[in-house]
């Protein structure tokens, strides 16, 4: 069964303005994971949050996790064009043996 | 660049044929991975091998066949496929499977496959 579920499913922003995206869960996890895709290419990892850590950051990214609300969110902080693409959270499925997506937030940052 | 490497990078057959996509990785990782993503859909896993040993099949029709002969490589053999399997199929790794301590996935660029 799906774990996580991406908020909004799309979200259009200008260049240089902050862009945020939630994900909430289903069950307890040990990791959550944020990934990247480029229309028709592979995912790219951005992020891993650990089910003990609160926040970390890389870069422009702010990743939270809220482990008694499942959820978690990814704020990109003055966004770019090159931003533009649709990011998913994956957490580790019920049995902690394999990876599990959500359908994604398709994110568009204008010039 | 990943490190995981799809071949082809596109594919186009009829539902009569058979054809394979291979991906190769090299990471040195134990476990590696098919997804499948279609049009506004969820990536859908499809199979997870581990140390070689299939781990995973999360009813996924026969028609998709998964060989993995080594850590290092991956096939997924196609045959009598429908036009809706038309996706894209990613192959990913990780150093392990994704419980405990777990890791992050590196993904291929994938195979776009459109069955007529």
């Known amino acids: 069964s799906q774990q996580g579920e991406e908020d909004p499913q799309a979200l259009s922003i200008q260049e240089g303005e902050n862009a945020t995206m939630n994900c909430s869960y289903k069950t307890s996890i040990n990791n959550l994971q944020w990934y990247r895709q480029n229309s028709g290419r592979g995912l790219v990892h951005l992020i891993l949050i650990r089910s003990n850590e609160r926040e970390k950051h890389s870069g422009r990214l702010r990743v939270t996790l809220d482990t008694s609300k499942k959820s978690s969110s990814l704020l990109i902080t003055a966004s770019r064009a090159a931003d533009t693409a649709s990011y998913f959270c994956a957490t580790d499925d019920n049995y902690g043996q394999n990876f599990v997506f959500g359908p994604g937030t398709r994110l568009s940052v204008l010039p | ?116």
């Not at chain 2, 098919?34 to 140390?51: D, G, H, I, R």
């Not at chain 2, 009813?59 to 096939?75: A, D, G, K």
């Not at chain 2, 199929?89 to 419980?99: I, K, T």
Request: glycine share 8%; proline share 5%; net charge neutral.
């Open chain 2, 1 to 116: 660049e990943t490190g995981v490497t799809q071949t082809p990078r596109h594919l186009v057959m009829g539902m009569t044929n058979k054809k394979s996509l291979k991906c190769e990785q090299h990471l040195g990782h134990n476990a590696m991975y098919w997804y499948k993503q279609s049009a506004k859909k969820p990536l859908e896993l499809m199979f997870v091998y581990n140390f070689k040993e299939q781990t995973e099949n999360n009813s996924v029709p026969s028609r998709f066949s998964p060989e993995c002969p080594n850590s290092s490589h991956l096939f997924l053999h196609l045959h009598t496929l429908q036009p809706e399997d038309s996706a894209l199929y990613l192959c990913a790794s990780s150093q392990e499977l994704a419980g405990g301590l777990g890791g992050e996935l590196f993904f291929g660029e994938g195979s776009r496959l459109t069955v007529l």
